[in-house]
């Protein structure tokens, strides 16, 4: 029962995660680390053996350590994707700026 519900919860996220991009409220970058992971969580559960391999060859004490580190990554990446668009909008922010003081200067000068 368990892995029926959690591959209809994550159908139904995947479900979400397309209608927010068709609506265009969320963008293609950020959609990509979800899908993934709801990809991956849907084989979890369909196929969990695979995953207690996984860790049993990676050399985790516990699955419940393996599955901490993979959450942990997954945080990771999307901590990084936001850093980096963050840093991109700061630049043309400055930039922006900056062009909007030489046009002042321009005007009043």
């Given at each position: 029962?368990?892995?029926?519900?959690?591959?209809?919860?994550?159908?139904?996220?995947?479900?979400?995660?397309?209608?927010?991009?068709?609506?265009?409220?969320?963008?293609?970058?950020?959609?990509?680390?979800?899908?993934?992971?709801?990809?991956l969580?849907?084989?979890?559960?369909?196929?969990?053996?695979?995953?207690?391999?996984?860790?049993?060859m990676?050399?985790?004490?516990?699955?419940?350590?393996?599955?901490?580190?993979?959450?942990?990554?997954?945080?990771?990446?999307?901590?990084?994707?936001?850093?980096?668009?963050?840093?991109?909008?700061?630049?043309?922010?400055?930039?922006?700026?900056?062009?909007?003081?030489?046009?002042?200067?321009?005007?009043?000068?």
């Amino acid at each position: 029962m368990l892995k029926v519900t959690m591959a209809a919860t994550v159908i139904a996220t995947l479900v979400l995660i397309f209608e927010l991009l068709r609506r265009k409220s969320l963008r293609e970058k950020y959609a990509f680390v979800w899908i993934m992971t709801a990809i991956l969580i849907i084989i979890g559960s369909i196929f969990p053996n695979v995953f207690f391999q996984l860790s049993t060859m990676l050399g985790f004490e516990t699955f419940a350590n393996f599955v901490l580190v993979f959450a942990g990554l997954i945080i990771l990446s999307i901590t990084m994707q936001l850093s980096l668009e963050l840093g991109k909008v700061e630049d043309q922010n400055q930039r922006l700026a900056e062009e909007l003081a030489l046009l002042k200067n321009k005007i009043d000068g």
